[in-house]
């Protein structure tokens, strides 16, 4: 049994989303979602809501963070920190190894994105070592950086996962990580991450218009590893 989880979502509990509690549970469903990791900005605890509002609608919702390092995005997943623990902008390959000596998993997000103000890393990914996955598909990022990412996860050796990084319910769900088994807990996100055997996704089934202006046809991008 296959299961869809976008691994990239800011709510309105962020404060930079416009996803409200109830439209996370219900477009997820509706666009055929079998879950979501929440990952706000820069703190695990901000999603802490969701832990009833998961218990109440029987949809899981797991908790992670999108992390500002010095050169760029991570998404960390397994570790319940917040920016007094881990403070902005300190060096991606010392916080990486950080994340993942403490049992946790550090994906490098949207790694070629131009036109940020705190940059992004782009070929310096290739330098970044310990790496589980990158985030290879971004539903909110073009074709070309996109492509890029999948390049680079090939060059390293290393998975792919899908997200759609939405602050808008109508972005929810446009990607999403396809993992072989279902995920039940934060604990197995994280060692499933960390075994592989995932792909990303586009979710053609809902948003088939937008597909080509992000992302490759899914035979190009299998035949890339």
Known sequence: MMFKIDLHVHTVFGGDSIIQP???????????????????HHSYFLSDP???????????????LEYRAQEGHLLIFGMKVEEEDLPTRLPMQWTVDWVQQRGGVAVPAHPYQRGVVDGFPGDRIL???????????NASQPFQENHLAVKAASRL???????????????LGRAYTLFPEPIRTEDELVQTLRNGGYIPCWN??????????????????LNLF
Do not use: M
């Not at 109830?22 to 706000?40: N, W």
């Open 22 to 40: 109830d439209e996370l549970v219900s477009r997820s469903r509706q666009v055929g979602l079998d879950a979501v990791c929440v990952t706000e």
């Open 50 to 64: 969701y832990r009833e509002i998961s218990a109440k609608t029987g949809f899981p919702i797991f908790q992670g």
């Open 127 to 137: 330098e970044v070592e310990n790496l589980f996955a990158l985030e290879t598909l």
């Open 157 to 171: 050796g290393i998975n792919g996962i899908g997200g759609s990084d939405a602050h808008g319910p109508l972005v």
């Open 204 to 221: 053609d089934e809902f948003y088939e218009a937008d597909h080509a202006d992000h992302w490759l046809d899914q035979e190009d991008f």
